[in-house]
């Protein structure tokens, strides 16, 4: 990525989150427990830990769908309050506008600022550059599953954001169509250079993207670990390196899922 487009980009700083959840009879579940870490410009992190962690809770605190009980959440130094497009999200299932094409559910975002007519002609280029070229009419009942998603990453990054936060966006796909999202994420993350924050559950995936691996506790979350990832890119799956390292990161998650360890153990 160059250094024109990391000065485009944003720099999260999460500091002393905590978000508790009261459901209708009263009864308290402590999702997040005092959760600190900054994500640079342009770095791609994952978080990752067991079911009922806090990861989907905390990306969407990051995308202002949420608002913790204490702690902050800036982007670029401003406190984030409510969604904005500079935080383009992208579900774990497509959620295109099943009454929209291709090219339309790409567009809505610019549509909806009503910048469309200046921006018109970057639609093609997001098309092309998702591999979606001669889709653009389709529908969404008509695409697969990776196209769906290869669609609506485009949604998010049209947008040009300065933070892509994904939620387990390949984890309804087939490990086939799964390994080729990955590959394609990783390319427009090359091109655009976006801060991009990762939830998933796939301990080969987050060797394989990953900058920076947060692992998080059992609930309440809290981070226990933070592993920086030194491999060179593009990255063989059966090197030893990359076995290595997936070997160590599915050792901390049992440890994780068991006890905490403190930090000394790692």
């Not at 024109?4 to 905590?18: Q, V």
């Not at 091109?191 to 990762?198: A, P």
């Not at 090197?239 to 403190?262: C, G, W, Y």
């Amino acid at each position: 990525m160059t250094v024109e487009n990391i000065r485009k980009l944003g720099s999260i700083s999460i500091s002393g989150i905590n978000r508790t959840y009261i459901d209708a009879n009263g009864s308290e579940t402590e999702a997040l427990q005092n959760v600190n870490i900054d994500v640079q410009p342009g770095e791609f992190i994952t978080l990752i830990g067991p079911s009922g962690c806090g990861k989907t809770t905390l990306l969407r605190l990051i995308a202002g769908l949420d608002k913790a009980q204490s702690g902050e959440i800036s982007l670029d130094n401003v406190l984030v309050s409510g969604t904005h497009y500079e935080r383009g999200y992208v579900f774990q299932h497509a959620n295109l506008f099943p009454w929209e094409n291709v090219e339309n559910n790409i567009a809505a975002g610019l549509k909806a600022r009503k910048i469309y007519k200046e921006k018109k002609q970057d639609v093609a280029h997001f098309i092309e550059l998702a591999g979606l070229t001669g889709f653009e009419k389709s529908y969404p009942h008509q695409l697969s599953g990776g196209m769906a998603q290869r669609a609506s990453l485009a949604r998010a990054l049209i947008n040009d954001p300065k933070v892509l936060l994904l939620d387990e966006p390949l984890g309804a796909l087939d490990s086939f169509t799964r390994i080729d999202l990955q590959d394609k994420l990783l390319e427009l993350w090359t091109e655009r250079g976006t801060t991009t924050v990762l939830v998933t559950h796939d301990v080969d995936e987050v060797v394989y993207l990953s900058d920076r691996i947060v692992i998080m506790t059992p609930r309440p979350g809290k981070i226990e670990s933070i592993i920086n990832v030194n491999l060179k890119r593009p990255r063989a799956r059966n090197s030893d390196e990359f076995i290595a390292m997936r070997t160590n990161i599915l050792e901390r998650l049992h440890l994780v899922s068991s006890k905490v360890q403190p930090d000394y153990y790692l």
